[in-house]
């Protein structure tokens, strides 16, 4: 009892939640599903599925080791099929899953058909008809293909484009009660040039296996651009039309009144009657329904939004070409700054009319989600995060419930995630690459370290959550670790140090911020003092701000007294008291314990070490990491410790007995970043491999999980008991069936089958299968999961020369009771996935089974399927039965020598002159 005391409130495990952050989106094209509810997006060779609300994986598709070139979303069957396009020319067809997946990682889609060789070069797009009937592909030859979806065959094909197909477009009637009288293709082509093919035209129709089509001419051809024509759409009346390429214009058609059928709408070229100019190549553009409500738009005006390589989604009125409203790209980047234009720019616009929404892809592989109603930006996704070098949990609102985690990577933006929603914000201000983050005893505040020679102070506020409040300038080199005062008051900060690759640590004077203030302000120096011989790789200060602890590539963690005033005059010391040494090899991280006076230190020499404070000396040494220790920090009141390493492991250490009592394996690189949030209820780890994993704490989940088995086994053994005492055999064995005990099962057997062997009159009688009406029974009405089991013991039991009689005695009882098909049918049903067998069971007991009995099987241990085939059985038993069978032939004619011998001992030689004597 005292050992279980002691370890009362210590952490065993952790799991992955499903909605740990990963990488979606490098690039390509990108789809988002009717409902809005689910996001498509490839990266290279793969295609994601992500639930946009929790961010949770629903699907991959693994693709066929070449690029993904264009994507379609067909609603011909439910759920939906996606279409993929790869750079090897074929085009596949995904059935979507129904529901999102519950673990970390999603599952692998499995394709239903093949369109093999389907281009004779790359398939840049691919649309599908309103209808889900058609589906369009063109490719860099100039060549459209229109496919039947259901049938995968080619129902036209269109030649004549001057160059690589740009944009494609079904223009269909939307009313159900419309009469097909327009069945149109639109193409644009790098020609600057569209296209308009009639689907009705037979010309354009390919017999299927007979060849021909391609040589149908367009219904008419729009010229009119210079350049790469990169949007189509028209509206649903088919009245207008409007394209946008990248001659920085957008055109507006007048197609004449909708086509009737009747002669007099016929024959009506398109022209321009407008000319917006976007000022901007344009990448996409589209038109919205009509009653749509924009704001600064009047009602029933025909809208269009365009986007391009400004980086912004703009909404106009179509004929009169005026701006009605501007929606601004990737939050967080500064318009000015002309060094990354390529990267903000727009590469398409998917309009949701679920949420009233423009959902922008940007070059920059971020998404963004606008309102039309608010012209604000309601989420944004970022697609992929490179290195995550450091993480920290923030509370928006204070306390120890965190409401975001900010992340530092390969960028100078800090991107900042809403831990209950898929929504990151980007932190804009440093001219260079983000190194170290640290926040501020509530978790309001946070401080950056950058490459550009700063360090930022954020407060909660402004259009991305959090603002720049100060700003510290003075080091002469990178900042590579922060750390905030431990004893801030909300509200009034104190000060500040940061670490510098110029081998200083600086104090910070952070009294005079201000949250309100409309411009950050320049922070003070107060003190400076150099303490390494290299780099400073991270810095911690002790919970009463009294020392400050430094870890550096030296291999030494040295200690330092800091004092600070903030009467009258704001003034700071830092003062060196004493330096640990042991370590090997550089040391990448450093904890004060909030509890003890005790340092960890994790080393590049792959071990963790606990220094006193009294007389710095090494009090433990842990040992496990296979590589690089980054990350240490305490946890369980400063009872545990938890770890990252650069072998992609997290590990969770208990430091009285120097033992590691759980490794989380969720990363494939190096976990560079590792924050604990105040309640300890979550952990988050993050590296190299772009992912971000939270941890939440399950111990007592799988403590209750433990108890709840116990409880149900020893439950089990009660009701097990309880059977053998009353002589119910036939409930006993099934309930050891379901316990999955093959020893119990055995001796069962053996008593039941001994008891009716020693019943003479029972022996001579018996017509059953097995000498025993229990056994009989149970083998009758056993299900397929439970009859693979004892099958499964049989060839076990069988393998033994002293249970092999119980074996084939059960084993012909069941060739005896069970047909070949039934058997088969077992093992068939056996390899799916597992049902509720219980229920199967009890249905199959018919009304002899009470309700106890079948609780009883409920309680029991679930065991899994048994991994084993037919074929295994047959292999087990064979040899084995053959062994048996040999040695009893053997046992049998040696019985025949006893039987002479005792006959001729009896009446034989000597039995005459025995006669004779008497």
């Known amino acids: ?81 996606l279409v993929t396009c790869h750079q090897s020319n074929t085009v596949r067809y995904y059935p979507l899953p129904e529901s999102v997946a519950t673990t970390p990682k999603p599952p692998l889609l499995t394709y239903t058909r093949v369109l093999a060789r389907a281009s004779g070069a790359p398939i840049l797009l691919a649309a599908v008809s309103p209808d889900s009937t058609l589906l369009a592909t063109g490719s860099s030859d100039g060549i459209v293909k229109v496919w039947d979806l259901a049938g995968g065959y080619v129902t036209h094909m269109f030649r004549g484009h001057g160059g690589p197909v740009s944009a494609l477009h079904f223009s269909f009637p939307t009313s159900t009660g419309e009469d097909r009288q327009r069945m149109e293709l639109w193409t644009g082509s790098t020609d600057a040039k569209v296209r308009v093919f009639d689907l009705r035209d037979a010309g354009a129709r390919v017999v299927v ?157 971020n998404i963004i989600f606008n309102s039309l109603s608010t012209l604000s930006t309601t ?105 905030f005062s431990k004893k801030m008051e909300s509200g009034a900060g104190r000060f500040l140090i940061t670490a510098s690759q110029d081998r200083t640590v600086k104090m910070w004077d952070l009294t005079n911020v201000d949250e309100d203030a409309e411009q950050p302000i320049k922070a003070r120096s107060l003190a400076t003092l150099p303490i390494a011989d290299k780099d400073i790789n991270s810095l911690d200060l002790a919970p009463n701000d009294r020392f400050l602890v430094s870890g550096s590539q030296d291999k030494l963690v040295k200690v330092f007294e800091v004092d600070f005033v903030a ?16 370590h090997r090899r550089g040391v990448w991280a450093v904890k004060f314990s909030r509890n003890d006076r005790i340092v960890a230190s994790g080393a590049a020499d792959r071990t963790i070490k606990l220094w ?73 780890s993050a590296g190299a491999d772009s992912v971000a994993t939270f941890w939440e704490d399950s111990t007592a989940a799988e403590q209750a999980e433990k108890n709840e088995a116990l409880v149900a086994a020893v439950q089990s053994e009660q009701d097990f008991a309880n059977f053998v005492a009353v002589k119910d055999y036939r409930r006993a064995i099934q309930l050891a069936l379901a316990m999955s005990q093959p020893g119990r099962l055995l001796f069962l057997f053996r008593t039941v089958i001994s008891e009716v062997v020693e019943d003479a009159d029972a022996h001579e009688t018996a017509t059953t299968a097995s000498l025993s009406p229990e056994i009989d029974e149970v083998i009758r009405t056993l299900s397929p999961l439970d009859l693979v089991r004892l099958l499964k013991h049989v060839r076990d039991w069988n393998a033994n020369a002293r249970t092999a009689p119980v074996a084939q005695s059960v084993l012909h009882a069941v060739f005896r009771l069970r047909a070949p098909e039934d058997i088969m049918a077992a093992f068939e049903s056996a390899a799916k996935p597992p049902v509720a067998d219980d229920d199967e069971s009890a249905n199959s007991d018919d009304e002899e089974d009470d309700e106890a009995a079948a609780q009883a099987r409920k309680r029991a241990a679930k065991a899994t399927a048994p991994t084993i085939s037919m074929r295994e059985l047959l292999d087990g038993l064979i040899p084995y039965s053959e062994r048996h069978m040999a040695r009893v032939d053997r046992l049998v004619q040696e019985s025949y020598m006893l039987d002479y011998t005792i006959a001729e001992m009896d009446g ?9 004597v008497e």
């Open 908 to 916: 034989g030689m000597f039995g005459t002159e025995v006669m004779d």
């Open 567 to 582: 009467d009258n005059a704001v003034q700071g010391a830092i003062r060196h008291v004493g330096t640990c040494k042991g």
């Open 379 to 483: 989420r944004q996704v970022v697609g992929f995060n490179d290195d995550i070098v450091d993480a920290v949990f923030l509370a928006a609102t204070g306390g120890e419930t965190p409401t975001h985690v900010a992340l530092a990577s390969n960028s100078s933006l800090v991107r900042v995630y809403n831990t209950s929603a898929f929504d990151a914000r980007l932190l804009s201000g440093h001219r260079d690459m983000v190194l170290c983050l640290d926040r501020s005893p509530d978790g309001r505040w946070l401080v950056t370290g950058s490459k550009d020679r700063t360090a930022r102070v954020w407060a909660p506020g402004g259009p991305s959550g959090w603002r720049c409040v100060a700003i510290c300038e003075g080091h002469a080199e990178a900042v590579g670790a922060v750390v």
């Open 209 to 365: 296996g007979g060849g021909g089509g391609g040589g149908a001419k367009p219904k008419a051809v729009l010229e009119g651009h210079v350049s790469v024509v990169r949007g189509i759409a028209v509206s649903d009346d088919g009245r207008w039309a409007v394209t946008g390429g990248r001659d920085k214009v957008v055109l507006v058609w007048d197609l004449g009144a909708p086509d009737d059928g009747k002669k007099k709408g016929k024959g009506a070229a398109p022209k321009i009657v407008q000319t917006i100019l976007a000022n901007e190549q344009v990448e996409a553009c589209g038109l919205l329904p009509v009653d749509q409500a924009v704001v600064g738009s009047s009602e029933g005006r025909l809208l269009c939004y365009t986007a391009g390589d400004a980086g912004t989604v703009r909404v106009w009125d179509v004929l009169k070409a005026t701006e009605v409203a501007t929606m601004k790209g990737v939050e967080g980047v500064d318009e000015a700054d002309d060094e990354d234009d390529e990267q903000r720019g727009v590469i398409n616009v998917m309009y949701d009319s679920t949420t009233a929404s423009l959902v922008s892809v940007h070059a920059d592989q």
């Open 612 to 684: 006193s404070l009294d007389d710095f000396s090494c009090l433990k040494t842990f040992e496990g990491h296979t590589n690089s220790v980054l990350r240490v920090d305490f946890m369980s009141q400063g009872k545990q410790l938890v770890s990252s390493a650069s072998d992609g492991l997290v590990k969770l250490w208990n430091i009285k007995d120097e033992a590691c009592v759980a490794t989380l394996d969720n990363h494939e690189d190096k976990v560079w970043a590792l924050a604990v949030s105040p309640d300890e209820e979550t952990i988050v």
């Open 1 to 81: 009892m005292n050992g279980q005391s002691s370890r009362r409130g210590l952490k065993t495990s952790y799991r992955a939640s499903p909605t740990s952050i990963r990488p979606i989106y490098t690039g390509g094209p990108v789809l988002l599903t009717r409902d809005g509810e689910w996001l498509i997006t490839t990266m290279a060779e793969e295609v994601l599925v992500t639930e946009v609300r929790t961010g949770r994986g629903v699907a991959r598709v693994k693709g066929d080791t070449t690029a993904i070139t264009a994507l379609a979303l067909s609603y011909h069957t439910s759920p939906p099929t």
